[in-house]
Nanobody, 114 residues
Framework: QVQLVESGGGLVQAGGSLRLSCAAS????????MGWYRQAPGKQRELVAT??????TNYADSVKGRFTISRDTINTVYLQMNSLTPEDTAVYYC?????????WGKGTLVTVSS
């Protein structure tokens, strides 16, 4: 089992920045991809960004050039979010894939005011 704990959410004005962190614990060896998804009120959960164990990244078009995902250890992933807009308001969930089993954190709320 893998446990994921997010931190760093909060309230920010449009144009501001936030940095989300996610720490994995438990059976962290052989975690392949880690990343972030988000779910806005009334919408489906959507991909934000992922990074695999080799450092390859993937971003949603809506965040390219504004968000940066990074991974400094086997079990910690970050999401630097710049130039935030009210459309980025959502609960952000950390994600990890280990042996093709998906794990999710409980989410952290990001609210961007206009």
């Amino acid at each position: 089992q893998v446990q994921l704990v997010e931190s760093g959410g909060g309230l920010v004005q449009a144009g501001g920045s936030l940095r989300l962190s996610c720490a994995a614990s438990g059976s962290i060896f052989s975690i392949n991809t880690m990343g972030w998804y988000r779910q806005a009120p009334g919408k489906q959960r959507e991909l934000v960004a992922t990074i695999n164990s080799g450092g390859r990244t993937n971003y949603a078009d809506s965040v390219k050039g504004r968000f940066t995902i990074s991974r400094d250890t086997i079990n910690t992933v970050y999401l630097q979010m710049n130039s935030l807009t009210p459309e980025d308001t959502a609960v952000y969930y950390c994600y990890a894939d280990r042996y093709r089993v998906d794990y999710w954190g409980k989410g952290t709320l990001v609210t961007v005011s206009s």
